[in-house]
């Protein structure tokens, strides 16, 4: 039974930071691809940041990109984002995914979800 629980929401101000970490259990994180998603109300879920399986190659979303690190620390079953300078519209519920890897990443179709952790930044 795969679990992904994720911690480390709040609220905070315009230019603050956040780290959202994910407990991974269940499966072997070594074999997963995996990543972040978040979704405001009224919006669609989009896709904020992936990591493979090996931890080197990585995709953020143009939103985030230079202000948010995707990581993963595969000995304690972590995935992790670090998340700068945030801005107002990066509010919503952030989601950890993970997709069983089949040569590729496929997180548009994750297998695995988080419950959620809701940002707001004011």
């Known amino acids: 039974h795969v679990q992904l629980v994720e911690s480390g929401g709040g609220s905070v101000q315009d230019g603050a930071s956040l780290r959202l970490s994910c407990a991974v259990s269940g499966y072997d994180p070594l074999y997963l691809c995996m990543g972040w998603f978040r979704q405001a109300p009224g919006k669609e879920r989009e896709g904020v940041a992936r990591i493979e399986p090996g931890g080197f190659i990585t995709y953020y979303g143009d939103s985030v990109k230079d202000r948010f690190t995707i990581s993963r620390d595969s000995a304690k079953n972590m995935l992790y984002l670090q998340m700068n300078s945030l801005k107002p519209e990066d509010t919503g519920k952030y989601y950890c995914?993970?997709?069983?890897?089949?040569?590729?990443?496929?997180?548009?179709?994750?297998?695995?979800w988080g419950q959620g952790t809701q940002v707001t930044v004011s």
């Open positions: 995914a993970a997709a069983r890897w089949v040569g590729y990443c496929r997180l548009a179709a994750a297998d695995y």
